[in-house]
């Protein structure tokens, strides 16, 4: 008998993901249908699969969603997050199973008791960060307590970045992922962490000034700055006697503080629109945020603003950018200033059709057993092979296929709504992943408690 999976939304984080499905799908009799608001960006070798139907979907055309819902086995929605709930609602009534690679709502959540109720998986946070991290870190700190271990420390950090041999810009960034989620980073409320046994609040203008330093071997130093909520999955880890959980994002050393000129312009606001956006020159917008002179250039009064000499490495960064060139053009109609902004970082940040991407992410474990302290440092690096077979497509796309070829299986079979923090689920995910050359290394290092390389502690 032959299984259907629904995959909506076709866009950059999909590549491996629909692949993998295909690949899979002669021996595991899967069909799969691929709906998207714009399927001619579908690839060929997709498309024309025999195991492939791709239709194009509006989301928002009830009877259209809710037919090809109805006629499915299983759901993969890989749709903005905040569409979730609609594909969602219609598993419930039609008793579908679904996996995403978005963040728990709250609306997602309140459906848990239903989708019990008729025995459906819903898993979520099924991708890299949220979703690898996850798996990653609870299979070692299942380890650490089935030994009789007592959790003392964890840190969590991930970054989406340019392969090092394409690292070839001033902020060593370039876009793997959707752009928007980068430009506005870190706002909506403040960075909430313990360390030591202390809470930590950073509001959103100091985020980028509060680093710490991490090193991977083989591929040099990194900063970090915290994510929004790290206590969060406190409970969900079992970490509440924890003295320090902390989770953030990695960037190259430098990146944070160059950022940081953006946040105290203003550049990165979404709250409001410019009236006259379309049409103006990169130079211009820049001036709209400085203060007006009849006699001084926008490079003065930038340098000026924000206190920087010219020999400072962040001027050659906003330099690199074209920031105060009057011939480049924004095209967006009454755009905020964090479209404004992006525009310009697309400009200059795509990744090109033969560069490549890199995934890092960092571990660490702090924990006691019997009577003495160790701790545990991990960490994964995933290159990616080219623009569209990014390494963030396959750390994203590879465990939520994986995940839905398992419930179908019935490998994984424990209903209700939830992140990949069973055994029941990280387990067959994980071991999976390592063919595909996503796996972590291991090291035990001496007990050093909170990393003492972090900066403005």
């Known amino acids: 008998m032959v299984r259907t999976i629904l995959v909506l939304g076709a866009g950059k984080s999909t590549a491996y993901l629909l692949d993998y499905i295909l690949e899979k799908s002669n021996k595991e009799k899967l069909y799969l249908t691929i709906g998207d608001l714009n399927p001619q960006h579908i690839p060929e070798h997709i498309a024309s699969h025999p195991n492939c139907n791709v239709i194009e979907l509006d989301i ?57 109720k008729n025995g459906l998986v819903f898993i979520n946070e099924a991708g890299l960060d949220p979703g690898i991290d996850h798996m990653s870190a609870m299979e070692i700190i299942d380890r650490i307590t089935n030994k009789g271990g007592k959790m003392l420390l964890f840190e969590s950090f991930t970054g989406g970045l340019v392969a090092p041999e394409n690292d070839s810009n001033l902020w060593n960034y370039k876009f793997t992922w959707n752009p928007r989620n980068v430009v506005v980073a870190g706002q909506g409320g403040a960075a909430k962490f313990i360390q030591e046994g202390t809470y930590k609040y950073i509001p959103y ?90 006699t001084d250039s926008v490079e003065l009064k930038l340098r000026h603003y924000l206190k920087i000499d010219q020999d400072d490495i962040r001027w050659g960064k906003l330099l690199e950018l074209n920031l105060f060139d009057d011939t480049k053009k924004i095209p967006i109609k009454n755009a905020t200033p964090a479209q404004m902004l992006q525009y310009i970082l697309e400009d200059n940040w795509t990744l090109q059709k033969d560069e490549k991407d890199m995934i890092v992410m960092y571990h660490k474990f702090g924990y006691e057993i019997n009577g003495k302290k160790k701790q545990i440092d991990a960490n994964m690096v995933v290159l990616g092979e080219n623009q569209s077979h990014t390494a963030m497509a396959k750390t994203v796309g590879l465990p939520v296929a994986i995940a839905a070829l398992h419930i179908l299986n019935g490998n994984i079979m424990t209903p209700g709504v939830q992140i990949p923090i069973k055994k029941e689920v990280y387990g067959p995910i994980l071991s999976e992943l390592k063919s595909y050359g996503i796996k972590f290394r291991e090291y035990e290092v001496p007990y050093l408690g909170y990393n003492p390389d972090s900066i403005g502690n």
């Open 60 to 116: 928002f055309n009830d009877e259209q969603r809710k037919n090809v819902i109805a006629s499915t086995s299983l759901v993969i929605s890989m749709l903005p997050p905040r569409l979730h709930i609609k594909i969602a609602e219609d598993c419930i009534t039609f008793k579908k199973h679904l996996v995403t690679a978005s963040y728990v709502s709250k609306e997602i959540a309140a459906l848990d008791s239903d989708a019990k």
């Open 205 to 294: 203008q100091k985020l980028f000034r509060r680093t710490e330093l991490v090193n991977i071997d083989g591929y040099g130093a990194f900063e970090v700055y915290p994510n929004r909520d790290s206590l969060k999955y406190r409970n969900a880890y079992g970490l509440q006697d924890a003295l320090t959980l902390y989770r953030g994002t990695m960037r190259r050393v430098g990146f944070s503080k160059a950022w940081q000129m953006f946040v105290l312009l203003g550049l990165t606001d979404d709250s409001y629109t410019v009236e006259n956006s379309e049409g103006m020159s990169y130079r211009e917008f820049i001036n709209l945020f400085l203060p007006y002179s009849p």
